[in-house]
């Protein structure tokens, strides 16, 4: 069974082919993250225009690394939520359209359901891809952290799932990403953080961790002005200091001791709620998936704190792409999951798990 996935949530416009739930035949990423830089964030105008140029041969490059055509194709699976609504709707229009002239059935599905099926791949024919030697086991807790979420999900089985807890404002991604901007570090955040952070220390600064009702539930946004109102004080201003000036005041050694503090402070957080779900519902296998699965940092403490090895996906697959989803779709078409209606299939910009 041969599915194509198609992913345009964010800034990414991503197609792969997955073979029977576990083997990667094709992964293709246009990024328009260049474009963004400039701005410290994605700007969903601009993240559109780039699917509508890039969507088409992003997927005719997907099947051609496949070896495939579409008479080799099974169906279809497309993210339809969440997301930002202009990109969504590029990916869902292509999948709808592709479904409709190639006759495939369509599979709906949701971007951080498809992150935890990046950790399902376990074998492919493409170069450079490091994967884990076998799929996860069930029940599995699943750690989704990325730009967009921050959530704690176990898994009793195939499409049988609660969700502990989720951020009740910033995803951790979005901290990296903002508390860069703040220390005058590039965007992506995370990965700019993660490199300064190499130089910095991070018991420098010492940042309050969130106090919530709910035990598995996140926030990040005061520890984002945390650091900025910290920022501020070292270089001997008060709050109302702009907070755009910052950076030109701050030396590179207090720069590295921010992004260290931030990180483990950011990443212990995270961790912390993990060993607590682990302690709690003792699951057979713990995976973590979304862009911030890529950072060090997180995949040191995890290793440290649980007893059993926590796995990831390769790099490439932790952010976002169609791997991951075109995966989930080869489990719907396996395990019978409903197909959607390629002619009304809608996109839910604000779907949960
Ligand atoms: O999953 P993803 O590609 O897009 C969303 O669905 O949001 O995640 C992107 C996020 C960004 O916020 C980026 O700063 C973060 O993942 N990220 C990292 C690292 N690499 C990427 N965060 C921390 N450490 C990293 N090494
Ligand atoms: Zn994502």
Redesign the pocket.
């Known amino acids: 069974m041969k599915i194509l996935g198609i992913e345009t949530?964010?800034?990414?416009t991503a197609a792969a082919v997955v073979e029977d739930g576990k083997k990667l035949l094709s992964n293709v990423v246009a990024s328009s993250m260049d474009l963004h830089a400039k701005y410290g964030g994605v700007v969903p105008e601009i993240a559109a225009r780039s699917h509508i140029e890039a969507i088409n041969p992003v997927i005719e490059q997907a099947l051609t690394e496949a070896k495939c055509t579409w008479g080799d194709i099974d169906g279809i699976a497309v993210t339809y939520g969440a997301?930002l609504g202009g990109c969504l709707l590029v990916g869902v229009l292509a999948a709808r359209t592709a479904s409709i002239i190639h006759k495939k059935p369509l599979y709906a599905c949701n971007?951080?359901e498809g992150?935890v099926y990046a950790n399902f791949l376990t074998a492919t024919t493409l170069p450079g891809y490091t994967m884990p030697s076998k799929q996860p086991d069930f029940p599995l807790l699943a750690l989704i952290?990325?730009?967009?979420?921050t959530q704690l999900v176990l898994f009793k089985n195939h499409f049988d799932y609660i969700l502990l807890g989720r951020t009740g404002d910033d995803?951790?991604?979005?901290a990296?990403?903002k508390v860069?901007k703040i220390i005058g570090l590039p965007?992506?955040?995370?990965?700019?953080?993660?490199k300064a952070a190499l130089n910095g220390d991070p018991v420098k600064y010492h940042f309050p961790k969130a106090k919530l009702d709910k035990p598995y539930d996140f926030s990040f946004s005061g520890l984002k002005t945390a650091v900025l109102r910290t920022a501020q004080k070292e270089i001997g201003e008060d709050h109302t200091f702009i907070s755009k000036n910052v950076p030109d005041r701050l030396s590179g050694t207090q720069k590295a001791d921010f992004a260290a503090s931030f990180?483990r402070l950011?990443?212990e957080t995270v961790v912390d709620k993990t060993e607590k779900a682990f302690e709690e519902f003792s699951p057979k296998s713990v995976v973590i998936?979304?862009?911030?699965?890529?950072?060090?940092?997180?995949r040191r403490q995890l290793s440290e704190r649980l007893p059993l090895p926590i796995q990831y996906p390769d790099?490439k697959l932790?952010?976002?792409n169609g791997a991951m989803i075109a995966t989930l779709g080869c489990f719907k078409m396996k395990l019978n999951q409903p197909t959607a209606d390629p002619y009304s299939l809608d996109i839910q910009p604000n779907l949960s798990m």
């Open positions: 949530s964010c800034d990414e997301g971007h951080v992150h952290v990325s730009g967009g979420h995803a951790i991604g979005e990296f990403d860069a965007y992506p955040g995370g990965p700019s953080v993660a990180q950011a990443v998936a979304g862009g911030v699965a890529a950072s060090g940092e997180l790099m932790c952010t976002d």
